[in-house]
């Protein structure tokens, strides 16, 4: 049985940050590209930032370049989400996603065949 569990959301300050956990067991890890995606209500979901199956290759959605930056370790099953310079419209639910696909794309090619977490609430006050 293939589990996504995040961590590491809360509340802070604009202007501080918060690293984001992203463990996942049940399936091979390095066959699957990775993502962080974010969801507020009344928008859609929206991505953040993926990485492929060994790091070599990263996106971000414009918003965040230069303030969060995503890693992964392959021998823990890990992945992460520094999130650096936090401002009020980084607030949403963060959630977890993988593949299928080792791809840095593989996460936003068909999102409802995605293994998925549940999310973990970022909130940033003003």
């Known amino acids: 049985q293939v589990r996504v569990q995040e961590s590491g959301g809360g509340s802070v300050q604009a202007g501080g940050s918060l690293r984001l956990s992203c463990k996942i067991s049940g399936l091979t890890f390095d066959d699957y590209g990775l993502g962080w995606f974010r969801q507020v209500p009344g928008k859609e979901r929206e991505e953040v930032a993926c990485?492929?199956?060994?790091?070599?290759?990263?996106h971000y959605v414009d918003s965040v370049k230069g303030r969060f930056t995503i890693s992964r370790d392959n021998a823990e099953n890990m992945m992460y989400l520094q999130m650096n310079n936090l401002k009020p419209a980084d607030t949403a639910m963060y959630l977890c996603a993988a593949g299928p696909g080792a791809a840095v794309t593989a996460p936003l090619v068909d999102m409802a065949k995605n293994y998925w977490g549940q999310g973990t609430q970022v909130t940033v006050s003003s």
């Open positions: 990485i492929n199956w060994n790091g070599s290759n990263t």
